[in-house]
């Protein structure tokens, strides 16, 4: 085993393993750059006998050597296949969507989709007790102009019962060509049966960060996402709107599946005095490492709306609880996914690479989101009339709520 563990490309820290079909990895990764005092993954002590002194692996070898010499097809079955195969059962066996294998060729092909342009259905996903969970379909992409929402499941993809795919093998079904269309068949909380809806896929390109101006000197910052490109475009944006001297600013983080730590850190400290505490990470043993605002916040003052709903996760929830801890500003809109754990990115000298769970994040005042979302201040829901209509109840009641405050 010793020899299949190969070099740790980056210590990456990652909150939320929800793989994204369509779109690039710093939207589903809660990707992290700086280290918890671990020795990297590659320097791993060697497992030894005393490791093993309380596991017995004679039924695994036993049935190993019964169906390589019982089984019809065991001359097709490579030893490769069957070791990924048991990494897989023991990966499995931890019961965390958050953690996952992949083999060398599931990693080349996943690595090579999201260095690409991708097209797709534009939503991120996690399988969960089984279950193929939408954790939030992307702003305009093909899966919320269809009507896909977050917590819905993908029961099948065609006619393939996605219980029976790994996580990889449900995004490659999924993924397609521009213009090419995919049928799935979603089960949806509150509703007797399942429905099938028919996608067409398309290029999936939104701007990490995009501003509107509303009436009563109110801005309105929508962040899709949390990436190298996050900061630029907020701060050129901030930039822009303090010229104007803003009376109030809604920061808009539904939808908005996560992305890059030290990102959210950074729009933080545009609201944050210096050195405030943002987020508390936990690891298996207790210690703890504290993450602060460290920048000149230019917003300091500025009357601030921060929206979330159940499609907003792990960095963005990272961004709200600051927000609320701090008394910053009202949290508004719906319940949020609930994604408080952080994960650590492994490759391997054959290819393959795992992702797994590691520590825990909590808000500053030390407040679990995990498997609970992040509650609003103010709860805001949006009702099925008001998507036909196309209209925006949480982003008029956040503008609402700031002119009451002139």
């Known amino acids: 085993m010793d020899e299949q563990k190969g070099r740790l490309r980056g210590y990456l820290i990652i909150a939320i393993l929800a793989f994204v079909i369509g779109w690039q990895l710093t939207n589903y990764g809660f990707l992290e750059r700086f280290s918890l005092g671990k020795p990297p993954v590659n320097d791993v002590s060697p497992v030894t006998s005393a490791d093993l002194q309380d596991v017995n692996l004679d039924l695994f070898w036993m049935i190993w050597k019964m169906l390589d010499e019982q089984h019809v097809d065991s001359a097709n079955v490579k030893d490769?296949?069957?070791?990924?195969?048991?990494?897989?059962?023991?990966?499995?066996?931890?019961?965390?969507?958050?953690?996952?294998?992949?083999?060398?060729?599931?990693?080349?092909?996943?690595?090579?989709?999201?260095?690409?342009?991708?097209?797709?259905?534009?939503?991120?996903?996690?399988?969960?007790?089984?279950?193929?969970?939408?954790?939030?379909?992307?702003?305009?992409?093909?899966?919320?102009?269809?009507?896909?929402?977050?917590?819905?499941?993908?029961?099948k993809v065609e006619k393939e019962y996605t219980a029976d795919m790994s996580m990889f093998e449900a995004i490659m079904k999924i993924r397609g060509e521009k213009g090419t269309t995919v049928n799935l068949t979603v089960a949806r909380k509150g509703m007797d049966k399942p429905f099938e809806v028919s996608i067409v896929r398309d290029s999936i390109d939104i701007d990490s960060v995009t501003m509107e101006k509303l009436e009563g000197g109110i801005v309105y910052l929508s962040v899709n996402q949390f990436n190298d490109k996050t900061n630029d475009q907020f701060g050129k944006a901030v930039s822009e709107l303090i010229l104007d001297e803003p009376k109030g600013l809604i920061v808009d983080l539904r939808f908005n599946g996560g992305g890059y730590l030290d990102i959210a850190v950074e729009l933080l400290s545009y609201l944050l005095p210096s050195k405030t505490p943002v987020v508390l990470i936990r690891d298996k043993n207790g210690e703890e490492v504290k993450k602060l605002a460290n920048g000149n916040p230019k917003l300091l003052n500025v009357p601030l709306v921060v929206l979330v709903n159940e499609g907003s996760a792990s960095a963005s929830e990272i961004v709200a609880g600051a927000i609320a801890d701090q008394k910053r500003g009202v949290i508004m809109g719906t319940v949020t996914f609930g994604k408080g754990t952080v994960q650590e990115v492994a490759d391997f000298a054959d290819g393959s690479s795992i992702r797994f769970t590691i520590a825990k994040w909590f808000t500053p005042n030390g407040k679990s989101v995990d498997k609970v979302g992040l509650t609003p201040d103010i709860l805001v829901e949006v009702s099925d009339e008001d998507a036909e209509k196309n209209y925006d109840r949480q982003k008029e009641e956040a503008a609402k709520y700031l002119r009451g405050l002139l």
């Not at 070791?83 to 294998?101: E, K, M, N, Q, W």
């Open 80 to 155: 490769d296949a069957k070791v990924y195969g048991a990494i897989r059962g023991l990966v499995d066996s931890y019961g965390d969507p958050y953690t996952s294998f992949m083999d060398p060729s599931e990693s080349k092909e996943f690595t090579d989709s999201i260095e690409g342009k991708l097209e797709g259905i534009g939503a991120e996903l996690i399988k969960e007790d089984g279950n193929l969970v939408i954790v939030t379909p992307l702003k305009n992409s093909p899966a919320e102009k269809a009507g896909l929402k977050a917590q819905d499941i993908i029961l």
